[in-house]
């Protein structure tokens, strides 16, 4: 029972973030086609069982996810320089 109540949630963590990853790309530039390479990858691991390999790709997408926002805040930056000087 505990291994199925990991494997559900593991499931739920890996959707969520899958949104949260999907919400992001809206922002990204459609040349890259971020929503096109999320779905790949999601869907080249969608047939892992081993919990060690799940969490593995939960954490590379989550490694995505920050690298994602700093490049967003990075960009923010940099326009908000350019408009104020500095």
């Known amino acids: 029972m505990a291994a199925r109540c990991t494997a559900s949630s593991q499931r739920l963590r890996a ?12 922002e990204f530039e459609p040349s890259y086609d971020f929503h096109g390479k999320l779905r790949k990858l999601y869907e080249k691991n969608r047939h892992l069982t081993d919990e060690g390999e799940i969490e593995k790709a939960i954490q ?12 967003y805040s990075l960009r923010k930056y940099r326009h908000l320089r350019r408009m104020y000087g500095g």
């Not at 959707?15 to 809206?26: I, N, Q, S, T």
């Not at 590379?60 to 490049?71: P, S």
């Open 60 to 71: 590379f997408g989550e490694y995505i996810k920050n690298e994602t926002l700093a490049l």
């Open 15 to 26: 959707l969520a973030l899958y949104k949260e990853l999907h919400r992001l790309g809206r």
